[in-house]
């Protein structure tokens, strides 16, 4: 069984900062790719940003330097910065994750989500 867990959203004013986390657990051999992804009502989900073991990122436009990802040493946690936010980027904000159990089967795995409201 694996699990991720989401953690660090709320309600923030425009101009403010919040920082999620995300933590997986259960029987997990290796992670390779992580991620954050973000959905509002009537829209698909879309990547906000992705961090490889070997540190390499991919962040969306929409954010691009206002929104960094970075991941633990452990390396089963991964973490999202996010300042300056905007009402735009109100969503509900999803982590993602590529991860081989210790059967040897990849498969990839999504917590349960963590709003994020930027509201005045």
């Known amino acids: 069984q694996v699990q991720l867990v989401e953690s660090g959203g709320g309600l923030v004013q425009p101009g403010g900062s919040l920082r999620l986390s995300c933590v997986a657990s259960g029987s997990i051999s290796s992670i390779s790719v992580m991620g954050w992804y973000r959905q509002t009502p009537g829209k698909q989900r879309e990547l906000v940003a992705t961090?490889?073991?070997?540190?390499?990122?991919n962040i969306a436009d929409s954010v691009k330097g206002r929104f960094t990802i970075s991941r633990a040493s452990s390396g089963n946690t991964a973490y999202l910065q996010m300042n300056s936010l905007k009402p735009e980027d109100t969503a509900v904000y999803y982590c993602?994750?590529?991860?081989?159990?210790?059967?040897?089967?990849?498969?990839?795995?999504w917590g349960q989500g963590t709003q994020v409201t930027v509201s005045s």
């Open positions: 993602n994750a590529n991860i081989r159990k210790w059967d040897g089967i990849w498969g990839t795995y």
């Open positions: 961090i490889t073991t070997a540190d390499s990122r």
